[in-house]
């Protein structure tokens, strides 16, 4: 029996050690392969996709059979050696996994499937059970409630074009922190929504396949585990219902994989350890602040453990979690000498993210809400650490727990007005994953979970009151609707994901007949370009030779050492040879201020070939211009509210602002845990016209040009071509009054003077001017609190005015016809008070005026009354005179929301002006 039993152990060696020998070789055989394919760093996610499909099917076939077998060895050939042999397609895809299954069952045998599955005893009618089956049908949901497939087709917004920007440089291989600077981290570019052809399949695989379902399988797993049966019911009911942002699927979980690995179980645990550690690796290597979180939750399991069942079983665990996150980050095409440089760059742009990219929350009663929900669940997790009998291990663990609070917070309140939610859809589940406290009495147990009920109930409470429709309790049923209908498109896309890709293909091709800047491509060709703003999705889209600056969009140059990456990358001999810019910036800062000091190296360095559309186009110069001349102007102490007065211009000298505004230790600590009131610059032309801006301290401390005053796209247009534009008179630094202990009273202000930083006039290139496009010919003038905002409505370009407003014509004798579109966004019918505006088109002849068009929008009103209106009048004008367009507030006289627009207006002579003379 002795001799029996050691022979079947060295045939079962034998045989394992022949299959770890194919699985090593064919695995090594699809990586060599993966070197030569166009997109190694793609190539090679495919090839662990690969790997890990194949490490499934041979953990099965033990398991069946509970012996390994020699067949096995063919797994890694069909799984490995023939995806890297072949293109793999959809039909090879499905004869692979055919002929992988066949396999499976052949080896194993009908007895042996049947006393597996079957028998009365068997393990698989433990898998296969009530409870499981009930887990994997709530997994499912889940999954397809949350899954984001890739539908934003490409285009030149704001978001998709950094999102797409991430994912060409996961792509290229390039190096986060070096190559390029933002708040994202490497694997970022697969976690997008936006449409990239050549990361469509990866990212359905890889993303929304394996990250996305083990983090669902976490978030579930740890739902089923709550004591309470109306708790945990109404956990995966939120966990379906609610639309959860991607920042608080990703903190809910962390929380739920840190409980999964803690709780460990005996059997199985391994398997579900490296489930929860692959959910939080995917997570730490997409955001940054995602980074931060995951270290402390992992950091604070490692102590746990360590605590608990001595130094090795913590040291073992950080020793596996520093595994997956470099084996991820190596993965995701970074290598060793970037890491440092990718922690700085993001520590630059995280320290000032809330002075930076904060802005005024709607309503303050969310931070009482969100104060006593977060009170609450630190009373549930203090309670829970101190009912252990050995508290230490728990404590650090609670401490983990709080911190993750302590991210969502900072993810909710630093960013605010639109991020609010954040902090509630993270919290309301968290509330409940929080493990109850072992205390004695039946009454203390059931005061802590009406305690962690209570926190869930405000968290809702939060999340509706702080929705952005302001809809209320409505808006639960657009979840519902959302929900049913993600989950069916999830559904469809995975049934036949090839159909998915053509129509997209279809929308792409359309958006890149749209956006051809056909005089910009034939004189660019395959030359290097990148573009100054954040519009780079336009550079991606034509598939030109995109060499970006680190910082690739200018609002993220927070810090001068930022700023000072883009100019030194400009400066140096790898600078691209032209430049598309389109000067704009977000949250109503003075774009001037973004990316300061490249602009310095762009009028050095550059020169104006060609405007066409919203875009000027720069090449680089064969000799640079001399190095400006700097000579101080004015250097003193300023208060806010305080206005300085700059002496006269000198001519061809443009004017340079550096601000040291600093904060009190008070403001310090407000800035953990809020976000910073909003300061405001506004500076006064010659002409008395008095214009105001965001401005950032740290980005301050740059030097912005103010003299000429610069505040829209065209104007930077009209600097850069050499044209005059109005000189600054004197600025006003401003704060709220209320926010004023924030900040020192003074602060240093210091204005320097550049001779020959203004470009040259540039004969033959016109500054285009959008207005160009919604206005033939454009208004003589124009009455209305702010400029007009170029938006697209219905694919036409559209100028976004708020009400009330009036834009002039001066009209002499004739017969005129005027044609356009004319409406309301469609988001204004979301707000919560809105009134409606209305829209007036009058003639006005000396003292006498005639109303040509009188159009009311209500809310009340039809979609179709609602939509886009067209403008088609003809008048005759008797003598000299105005024609004025005007939009006034609704009923309420509620402005908050009156986002009118007026698109494609044009005002033309229809009669020769001699007849109208003659008659």
């Known amino acids: 029996m002795a001799d029996a039993s050691t022979t079947n152990a060295a045939g079962n060696l034998r045989k394992g050690a022949l299959v770890l020998a194919s699985f090593a070789a064919c695995l090594g055989f699809a990586a060599w392969c993966s070197r030569a394919a166009p997109n190694p760093w793609i190539s090679a996610m495919g090839v662990v996709l690969w790997a890990c499909a194949c ?56 007895a042996a499937l049947r006393e597996r ?13 009530q409870r499981t089956l009930g887990i994997a049908l709530i997994v499912l949901v889940v999954w397809l409630r949350h899954i984001e497939l890739p539908l934003m087709v490409q285009d030149d917004g704001l978001d998709r074009s950094w999102s797409m920007a991430l994912g060409s440089f996961l792509l290229e291989g390039r190096q986060a922190g070096t190559d390029w600077i933002f708040t994202a981290g490497p694997l970022s570019g697969l976690g997008s929504g936006a449409y990239q052809p050549e990361l469509y399949w990866l990212k359905l695989a890889l993303w929304e396949g394996i990250w996305r379902l083990a983090s669902t399988l976490c978030l579930v797993l740890a739902a089923s585990r709550i004591e309470g049966v109306l708790e945990r019911a109404a956990c995966i009911v939120f966990l379906i219902v609610p639309s959860l942002y991607m920042d608080s699927f990703a903190l809910a979980t962390l929380l739920a994989a840190a409980l999964l690995i803690d709780a460990r179980p005996a059997r199985g645990g391994a398997l579900l350890e490296s489930i929860a550690l692959l959910a939080i690796g995917g997570l730490a290597l997409a955001k940054f602040t995602l980074l931060v979180a995951s270290v402390g939750i992992l950091g604070a399991l490692a102590i746990s453990r360590g605590l608990r069942l001595g130094r090795g079983a913590g040291l073992r665990l950080a020793g596996v979690e520093l595994g997956v996150l470099a084996a991820l980050w190596f993965l995701a095409g970074q290598g060793l000498a970037n890491i440092l440089p990718y922690l700085r760059s993001s520590w630059e742009i995280a320290s000032v993210y809330s002075e930076a990219q904060s802005s005024s929350a709607l309503a303050t009663s969310w931070r009482p809400i969100a104060l006593t929900t977060l009170a ?24 983990g727990f709080l911190f993750l609070f302590f991210c969502a917070w900072k993810t909710g309140f630093v960013r605010a007005a639109d991020h609010v939610p954040f902090f509630f859809a993270f919290a309301a589940p968290a509330a409940l994953l929080l493990p109850a406290p072992q205390v004695g009495p039946w009454l203390l147990r059931s005061g802590f979970s009406g305690l962690r009920l209570c926190a869930f109930l405000l968290a809702c409470v939060g999340l509706v009151r702080s929705d952005p429709s302001q809809r209320g309790a409505l808006v639960l049923f657009d979840d519902v609707h959302q929900g049913c209908y993600q989950g069916y498109a999830g559904l469809e896309a995975l049934l036949d994901p090839a159909q998915l890709e053509a129509r997209l293909e279809a929308e792409l091709e359309s958006q890149r007949a749209s956006l051809r800047l056909p005089a910009v491509q034939q004189r660019v060709g395959q030359a290097s370009i990148d573009l100054l703003g954040f519009r780079q999705g336009l550079l991606m889209l034509q598939r030109m030779n995109w060499t970006p600056r680190p910082a690739f969009q200018g609002y993220i ?37 973004d990316d300061a000091q490249a602009h310095e190296v762009v009028c050095r360095d550059y020169a104006p070939v060609l405007s ?25 102490e300023l208060r806010f509210g305080e206005r300085l007065v700059l002496p006269p211009a000198q001519a061809g000298c443009a004017r340079v602002l550096t601000l040291e505004i600093g904060y009190t230790l008070l403001g310090r600590l407000a800035r953990l845990l809020d976000s910073t009131p909003q300061i405001d610059m506004r500076l006064r032309d010659a002409a008395g016209l008095e214009r ?48 004023a202990w924030r900040f020192h009273a003074q602060f240093h202000a210091r204005i320097e003077a550049l001779r020959g930083l203004q470009p040259e006039p540039t004969p033959g290139v016109h500054a285009g001017d959008w207005m160009d496009e919604v206005f033939h010919p454009q208004p003589t003038s124009r009455v209305m609190q702010a400029n007009p905002v170029n938006v697209q409505v219905e694919g036409r370009e559209a100028a976004l005015v708020q009400s009330p407003s009036r834009l002039i014509w001066n009209l002499a004798p004739g017969h005129y016809r005027l044609s356009g579109w004319f409406g309301m966004l469609p988001e204004v019918w979301e707000q919560a008070r809105v009134d409606g505006a209305d829209f007036l088109v009058i003639l006005r002849s000396g003292t006498d005026s005639k109303r040509l068009l009188a159009r009311s929008f209500r809310p009340e009103q039809t979609l179709t009354e609602h939509a886009m209106q067209a403008l088609d009048l003809e008048f005759t004008q008797a003598q000299a005179g ?8 609704g009923p309420g006289e509620n402005r908050a929301c009156d986002w009118c627009y007026w698109a494609g207006v044009k005002l033309e002579r229809m009669d020769e002006p001699a007849k109208v003379k003659k008659e």
């Open 55 to 110: 490490a499934l099917v041979l953990c099965l076939s033990r398991w069946l059979r509970q012996r390994t077998s020699a067949v096995d060895a063919l797994q890694p050939v069909l799984l490995l050696a023939l995806p890297a042999l072949l293109d793999p397609g959809k039909r090879l895809l499905l004869l692979t996994a055919a002929a992988s299954a066949a396999l499976v069952l052949a080896s194993t045998g009908f």
């Open 117 to 129: 599955l079957l028998g009365a005893d068997a393990r698989g009618q433990r898998v296969l059970g």
């Open 376 to 399: 609450l669940c630190t009373v549930a997790v203090l309670a829970w650490s101190r009912s252990a009998a050995r508290p230490r291990g728990r404590s650090a663990l609670a401490l």
């Open 557 to 593: 140059t927070f810090t001068p050492w930022i700023q000072r990456r883009n100019a030194e990358f400009l400066a140096a001999p790898r600078a691209p040879r032209y430049l598309l810019a389109r000067i704009e910036s977000i949250d109503g800062r003075w774009p001037m201020a």
């Open 612 to 636: 066409e559309g919203r875009y000027v186009l720069l090449e680089r110069r064969a000799q640079p211009r001399p190095e400006p001349a700097c000579e101080l102007v004015v250097e003193r």
């Open 692 to 739: 105001s801006g965001r401005i950032v301290p740290a980005t301050m401390r740059s030097r912005v040009l103010i003299d000429p005053v610069i505040r829209e796209p065209e104007e930077w247009a009209q600097w850069i071509v050499g044209e005059a534009l109005p000189r600054c008179e004197s600025l006003v630094v401003d704060i709220p009054a209320s926010q």
């Open 882 to 889: 105005e024609l004025i367009l005007v939009t006034t507030p």
